[in-house]
């Protein structure tokens, strides 16, 4: 069975930072491209950034381009974001996903449950 189980989430100042971390398992974490997805309150869901399952190539959205790192270490199964200079508009659910390929033409095919960053002063 397939699980993504996010973590790091919570509440932080705007220019503050969180580094959330998506454990995986039930599949071969290191032949899978990996994504980001957020959900703002009352907001469609936006993309948010993209790793190939080596790690050696990954996109952002520009909305979060230059502030948040995608990362994975193949090793432990898991899946990072930092984020750094929150703004209040990075307030949103952030879900794990899995793509069903190594890399973005791939659909994605499993969701985590989310955690949420709320920045705000």
């Known amino acids: 069975e397939v699980q993504l189980v996010e973590s790091g989430g919570g509440s932080v100042q705007p220019g503050g930072s969180l580094r959330l971390s998506c454990a995986t398992s039930g599949f071969t974490f290191s032949n899978y491209a990996m994504s980001w997805v957020r959900q703002a309150p009352g907001k469609g869901l936006e993309w948010v950034s993209i790793?190939?399952?080596?790690?050696?190539?990954?996109l952002y959205a520009d909305s979060v381009k230059g502030r948040f790192t995608i990362s994975r270490d193949n090793a432990k199964n898991t899946l990072y974001l930092q984020m750094n200079s929150l703004k209040p508009e990075d307030t949103a659910v952030y879900y794990c996903?899995?793509?069903?390929?190594?890399?973005?033409?791939?659909?994605?095919?499993?969701w985590g449950e989310g955690t949420l960053v709320t920045v705000s002063s």
């Open positions: 790793i190939r399952e080596t790690g050696t190539s990954t």
């Open positions: 996903a899995k793509r069903d390929g190594a890399w973005y033409g791939y659909a994605i095919n499993y």
